[in-house]
């Protein structure tokens, strides 16, 4: 390799290195706002329990999860065996079962949900595949 094409080389090194430090920090910065929507979608959440919006059974659920005699994971993972817990977890059944079918229903050109899913599976394809090849330069 001459001297020419080195620089050549070192020259799109740093390009791609300083355009993976800039994507890093743009995902940092995404991760931090979505973070703090989760955390405030959370409190919503628990807000809307305790006030009934979410139904009786939820209610009364997170009452225990605000006294410490459960959580929402021990709810979501059927540790909790409380008749609440119980009805809440039929539910949840029962509406991803709904969604399931909905998001994979990617024959429906119509169905925002399954083409957003196909976007995003090539997208996150691409993103893979130029990560790879980075990294093989490195």
Known sequence: ??????????????QLSARRKLMQ???????????????KQKKENEQRRRNGEDGRAWQVLQQRIDMGKTCEQDILCGIDKSPEAREVRSYISKFAGQMRDYVEDTDDPDNEAAQARIVLDEQLERLHDQEARFNATE
């Open 25 to 39: 920090t743009r995902l940092a910065e995404r991760k931090r706002q979505l973070d703090e929507n989760i955390a």
């Open 1 to 14: 390799m001459e001297e020419a094409e080195f620089e050549a080389f070192m020259q799109r090194l740093d």
